[in-house]
């Protein structure tokens, strides 16, 4: 299996603070990943596919870039409704597999 | 507007069964694999089950292998998972998703497995 390994764990930081994580796989799996947000007590929400591919709706200040194993999301500008649980999730080839998850908080 | 609703969750004993529903609207259903991701409590995501279009092949996590059972039908515009044998482990709020990729998902259904 496929192990998603992303970092930081959590982090906290303030409005209008530009925001990267971070999601190695313990293997290559080309371009096959996505990102989501999830906030408490909702349903995740895609933001990303295909490693830089924009979900439609979603605003611009997501950004995704990487393939193989290194990955990265980045949020330009973080705004209230940023504050989530961001997870990535490679679809390379089963059994698909999601990273442990990014908890963003408020500083 | 694509919507994803699930139906079917409650509290099961351990050993017991359950058969969730996802109805799925604003899309063509036919079209698209689809998949159940489950999060226990306070826990993270991970993905159970994929179904290719004519549920001709079906994937599934190893630790629900042999007793879950993932289905649709696309007359229906539905998509199912059986779940047979189920232990506490399996308590967790279950998402019909759309895709591999999950770019669109229900609001979920909690399935609690307790005595």
């Known amino acids: 299996d496929i192990q998603m390994t992303q970092s930081p764990s959590s982090l906290s930081a303030s409005v209008g603070d530009r925001v990267t994580i971070t999601c190695r796989a313990s293997q290559g799996i080309s371009n096959n990943l996505a990102w989501f947000q999830q906030r408490p007590g909702k349903a995740p929400k895609s933001l990303i596919y295909?490693?830089?591919s924009l979900q439609s709706g979603v605003p611009s200040k997501f950004s995704g870039s990487g393939s193989g194993t290194d990955f990265t999301l980045t949020i330009s500008s973080l705004q209230p409704e940023d504050f989530a649980t961001y997870y990535c999730q490679q679809y390379n080839s089963y059994p698909f597999t999601f990273g442990g998850g990014t908890k963003v908080e408020i500083k | 507007e694509v919507q994803l609703v699930e139906s079917g969750g409650g509290l099961v004993q351990p050993g017991g069964s359950l058969r969730l529903s996802c109805a799925a609207s604003?899309?063509?259903?036919?079209?698209?694999?689809m998949s159940w991701v489950r999060q226990a409590p306070g826990k993270g995501l991970e993905w159970v089950a994929t179904?290719?279009?004519?549920?001709?092949?079906?994937f599934y996590v190893d630790s629900v292998k042999g007793r879950f059972t993932i289905s649709r039908d696309n007359a229906k515009n539905s998509l199912y998972l059986q779940m047979n044998n189920l232990s506490p482990e399996d308590t967790a709020v279950y998402y019909c998703?759309?895709?591999?990729?999950?770019?669109?998902w229900g609001q979920g259904a909690l399935v609690t497995v307790s005595s």
């Open positions: 998703a759309r895709r591999g990729f999950f770019e669109y």
């Open positions: 604003g899309f063509t259903f036919t079209t698209y694999y």
């Open positions: 179904i290719k279009q004519d549920g001709s092949e079906k």
């Open positions: 295909a490693a830089s």
